[in-house]
Structures are given as C-alpha cells and as structure tokens.
C-alpha cells in the first residue's frame, strides 16, 4: 500500500526508492525484494555479513545492475536517468584514482567527462581545489597518487565524489582497508561534510561500531538470498564526536546489531 | 665506550648523502673498471701470443679504424640509422593500431591475431630474403624486415596495456557516463603507457638487428653490407669496429627510448 501510494506522488521527494527489486547472477539471486525508502538528506549505513549483496545494493541503486524484477528509483527518476544527470556518484573502497593525474586533475575528471559531448555538467558550488580543501589536502594539489598516503588517496576519492554536487552519495566500504585512526578521522571529516552539503549517503562497512557512528538508520541485510534483515534508527545526538562511543547508549545499538548480525 | 657505540649506530644526514653518491660511484666504477680491465687484457694476450691482425685485432687496432676510416664507417652508419628509426617508427605504429582495433572488437582480433601470431613463427632470417625480392635492394626492404621485427612483442603488450585497466576504474566511467571514447583517452591509453614502453625498449635494440639483417642479404651500403665486405676480406679491425657501431646505435635509441619513458611515465 505504501508502495502504490509513493508511485502515485512520484516520489520525487525521496531520494533513492526500492520497489521490491532483485537482482539475480545467472540462476543466483543476489537481493530478493528489497523495498526501501530513503530520505534526502539521511545517512543511512548498510550491514550484513559478507556477501550478502550490500555492494550488489549500491551498484543497483547507482545503474552498474539491472534489477531482475522491481523498480529502482533515485529523486523521482530512473537510475539512469539519475546518472545521467549525475545525481549520485559513488566511493569505492580502493580509492581508484588515475595514478597518472595529480590530486587535483582527479578531481577535476568528472567535469571533464562529457563535456565536449555537450552533456550539461552539474557543478557544485565548490571548486576542485576548494573541496581538496574541504577534505584536508589543501598543497597536495599536485601529488600524484602514490605520492599520497592511503587515507589520502580516499580523500582524493571524496572530493571527486563531490565534485559535481551529487544528492547521493554512495559509499562501498570506503574506509576498509584503513587503519583505525585514520578510519576515526575520516569518519568525523565524513559525518561534517554531510552537515556542510546536506547530501543523502548510502555507506555500507562491515564495522558494527562504524555503521552506529555514522548512520541515523543502519540498514541490516541477511544473506541467500539478500534481503531487508532489519532497519534500526539509531537515536543519537549530532553532531557526533569519538567519545560517543564509550557511552552505554551507543554499544547498546552496537549490542542489538550483533545480536541481529548472529542470526544472519 | 657507549659513546663510541652511539656514534657507530648514528649516521649523520651528510654521510649518508656521501655514503649515497659513493654507492653510485662505485655502481659506475664497478663494471668500467671491469670493461677495461677485459681490454687490457684482450690487448695483452693479442699482443703476447701474436695473434694475426685478422683472426683478433686488438684494441689500439680497431681505434685506430675508428680514426682512418671514421668517414667510411658514417657513410654506413646513416643508412642503417634510418632504416632502423623508420623500421621502428612503423612497425609499432602499426602494432598500437593494430592492438587498439583488437581491443575495441573481439571479432577483428580473432580474425587476426592467429596471422599475427603466424608471421611471428617465422624466423626473420628466412622471411628476409622473400622481402628483399618483393621490395627490391634499396632501403625499404630493411624499413620492412626492421618493422616486421618490432611488430609482434609491441602488439601483444599493448593488447595488455590497453586490457589492463581495473574493473573499478571502467566503472567509474560508467558512473560518470562516459562514452567509449572518453574511456580510450581518459583511461585505456594511459593505463597502457608502461606497457607500451617496455615494447618499445625491446624494440630499440631488435629493429637495429632488423635492418643490419636486411642488408647482409642485398645491400650496398649500410652497416650490415660492411659487416660482409670487411669480413670476406679479412678486414677483421674494420669488422670489429663495424660491429662496435651497430651496438652503439642500439644503446643510442635504447637510451632515447628510456629517457622518453622517464619523462613521460611519473607515476
Ligand atoms: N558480477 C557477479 N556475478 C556473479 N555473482 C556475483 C557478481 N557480483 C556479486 N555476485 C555474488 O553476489 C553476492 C553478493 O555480492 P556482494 O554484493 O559483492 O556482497 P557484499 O555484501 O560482500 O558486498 C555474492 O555471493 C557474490 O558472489
Ligand atoms: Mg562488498
């Protein structure tokens, strides 16, 4: 009933929607009837055991797959209409820069693309170089790839991200293969550039403690076949700082994800 | 005494600086030292067991070439030199568009690249002949077969260059929405770069070969044709000094093709 009700709206007011989707590999279902609504401007953090399809969910959402059955929509559109327009862009886990252009030329890819096609680019208000800024790289315009630590190439990556001023963000594990004090920081840097640009975000991570920290709703997936497991609102204050997570409230969210993550 | 410890393990930014530079030098000092002792050597024993002029020269004998015949040897350098550049030139010109085509369509490469992979079975000192009939005894034949030398080793690490792009990076540009030809030049051709110059190294030196090859079997000029002449008539200092030029124009466009690698590929 619910769904019917948003088709009718045109959901334009919300920011990615689900309609039972699923996604299959050949005979293998990967997601089985996800039906989902995400707000403007929530930070939503996806869990769930290892393959269960979180990355699978963010390449339906962001075009890379077809959905099976079911509809995928992103601001009222079609994704790809959305990416059309761009109005998402996405965050790998490995940073995947061009290790042949410097910090800044990296960023500036997305404006480049399409451009002599005569697609109209949306640029955002900040420039590449104010958002290399925004990111903590302010003098490492010119660094090449492997010149930068890892933690910097993500950040390279997030710049880039919003370089075009997307209304999603899409983030697969971005932070994984860090280490835990730049994971903190950029965790914070994260949760104040979202404040700063009012995006929606879709992050998945496998870190219990990371999807409490960052996400107002943790969207727990089970496996074989991926579905909605459950999604817990996470009631904390913003803006959130480290010391949040030695508070009983936050290792009770930690606590109760556990619990549902074992009986995945 | 641990003081004396302490000033043992301690190495000062200066001394490893020098420490630094003297490992260089002796990186240069090593295998020179070596080259000339090996001359040195050479010399003695032609000199000691007197060794006839034209089964070894020694070395004073092939400088002294160097000094009285250094016209003749420029008049045969050049010939060579351009075959082997152009030879370079077209060969892996002809191998990147040909792996740039096989990329872009799996049908033209399984079209071709059995032929390709044929032509590169046969010996090129039994395809030289047939070329040197078809294009006569001027310089194309040797642009040919140096070419046709270059060609292969190029065209397969292309293939790989142009293939090597992560799966990550081709969906980035799916998620930008970027065209076929954006990802060529955005970021299959760069991706590809590396590769390309590792071909290119081997082709500096084996094009060289190529052309020299050419010649032996129907030139008049060329540093091949004076590798023949000097050796049928017993002109062994000449020879050796022919031979000394030919690997020198293979470390020239080696080096050049190194020099390029460096200043294109920083990262
Ligand atoms: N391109 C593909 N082809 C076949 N199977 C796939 C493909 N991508 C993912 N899968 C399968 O779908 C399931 C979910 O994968 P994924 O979304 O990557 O899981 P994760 O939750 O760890 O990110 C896995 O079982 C994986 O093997
Ligand atoms: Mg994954």
Known sequence: ?264 | MSVSEAAVGETSPQNRLSEQSRSRLMNIAIPLGTAVALLLTWQLGVRLFNVPKYIAPAPTDILAVFRDEFPLLMRNFWPTFIESLAGFFIGNMAAILIAIAFVHSRLVERAFFPIAVFINTIPILAIAPILVLIFGPGMTAKVVIAALICFFPTLVNMVRGLQSVSPQALELARILSASKSEVFWKIRLPSSLPFLFSALKIAATTCVIGAIVGEWIGANVGLGALIIESTFNFRSPLLYATVFVSSGLSVFLFVSVTIAEKLIIRW
Not at chain 1, 171 to 177: I, K, L
Request: aromatic share 6%; with cysteine.
């Open chain 1, 1 to 264: 009933m619910d769904g019917s009700h948003t088709q009718k709206l045109g959901s334009r007011s919300i920011a990615a929607s689900l309609n039972g989707a699923c996604v299959k590999f050949g005979d293998f279902t990967a997601l089985a009837d996800i039906s989902l609504d995400i707000e403007p401007g929530d930070f939503w953090t996806i869990l769930g055991p290892s393959g269960c399809g979180k990355s699978t969910m963010l390449r339906l959402v962001s075009d890379l797959v077809p959905p099976a059955s079911g509809t995928v929509e992103i601001f009222g559109k079609t994704t790809e209409a959305a990416r059309l327009a761009r109005e998402f862009a996405f965050v790998f886990q490995d940073a995947t820069l061009l290790p042949w252009r410097s910090a800044l030329k990296n960023v500036e890819l997305p404006l480049e693309i399409g451009r002599k096609r005569g697609i109209t680019i949306p640029v955002g208000d900040r420039t590449p170089r104010e958002l290399l800024e925004l990111v903590g790289l302010k003098g490492r315009e010119d660094a090449l790839p492997h010149e930068l630590s890892g933690g910097m190439r993500q950040r390279v990556a997030i710049a880039r991200a919003l370089v075009c001023q997307p209304k999603l963000l899409l983030m697969d594990e971005p932070f994984g293969a860090l280490d835990e004090m730049t994971r903190d920081h950029l965790n914070l840097q994260l949760l104040d550039i979202w404040k700063e640009t009012g995006t929606t975000i879709l992050f998945v991570t496998h870190s219990i403690s990371e999807s409490v920290f960052l996400g107002q709703k943790v969207l727990m997936l089970e496996s074989n076949p991926g579905r909605v497991k459950e999604v817990v609102d996470i009631d904390l204050p913003l803006p959130r700082k480290i010391a949040l997570r030695d508070t009983p409230q936050f290792n009770t969210y930690c606590a109760r994800l556990r619990e549902l993550l074992e009986e995945c």
